[in-house]
């Protein structure tokens, strides 16, 4: 079964750092591009970093400097490094694989079609 | 960057009724958009994508059209398990900056 598992998540101080990990099943995750969305309280979603299968990545505005995606390809699991937290960052993360589409030309992800459950991240002092 | 617009934000509507959605970006992004469906306390799931190709397993009453700029979200005959809130999104941006419609909750009337 195709199957995303986040973890990691939690209570953290502004200013502080925390690791979200993504553990996947049923493919690979180095074979795929995928990325963190994530949606704050009662809020809509917010596209947060993708990392491609050659390994490129590319982060939203409101993390990047901040947050970090990487993978391991021996545990097939994704992470997101998250340094200087801050309240706004308050938010539940998902992972997700995504498929690709042809623009311009250029191999490019597109729709975001496996999900995990989610992990809450929580920035208050 | 490429802004998306959803209307209505919110509707009522009974079951067995015909559901409308519209989503317009900001500037053209040919067929490069895809709808999700989230429940509460539930991950979003994909119900569209490239505008109109119905996702594998996804039933047909949910249909997707447009092109350039403005696109529709259409639930032909709405069942109870379709009261959720959906989103658009596109895919258009290069580099990769992924941007999503602010939802529509679809509620019971």
């Known amino acids: 079964e195709v199957q995303l598992v986040e973890s990691g998540g939690g209570l953290v101080q502004p200013g502080g750092s925390l690791r979200l990990s993504c553990a996947a099943s049923?493919?690979?995750?180095?074979?795929?591009?995928m990325s963190w969305v994530r949606q704050a309280p009662g809020k809509g979603l917010e596209w947060v970093s993708v990392?491609?299968?050659?390994?490129?990545?590319y982060y939203a505005d409101s993390v990047k400097g901040r947050f970090t995606i990487s993978r391991d390809n021996s545990k097939n699991t994704l992470y997101l490094q998250m340094n200087s937290l801050r309240a706004e960052d308050t938010a539940v993360y998902y992972c997700?694989?995504?498929?690709?589409?042809?623009?311009?030309?250029?191999?490019?992800?597109?729709?975001?079609?496996?999900w995990g459950q989610g992990t809450m991240v929580t920035v208050s002092s | 960057d490429i802004q998306m617009t959803q209307s209505p934000s919110s509707l009522s509507a009974s079951v067995g009724d015909r559901v409308t959605i519209t989503c317009r970006a900001s500037q053209s992004i040919s067929s490069y958009l895809n709808w999700y469906q989230q429940k509460p306390g539930k991950a979003p799931k994909l119900l569209i994508y490239?505008?109109?190709s119905l996702q594998s397993g996804v039933p047909s009453r949910f249909s997707g059209s447009g092109s350039g700029t403005d696109f529709t979200l259409t639930i032909s005959s709405l069942q109870p398990e379709d009261f959720a809130t959906y989103y658009c999104q596109q895919s258009y941006s290069t580099p990769p900056l992924f941007t999503f419609g602010p939802g529509t909750k679809v509620d019971i009337k």
């Open positions: 990392i491609y299968s050659g390994g490129s990545t």
């Open positions: 997700a694989r995504m498929t690709l589409v042809v623009v311009t030309a250029i191999l490019s992800p597109d729709a975001f079609d496996i």
């Open positions: 490239a505008a109109s």
């Open positions: 049923g493919f690979t995750v180095s074979s795929n591009y």
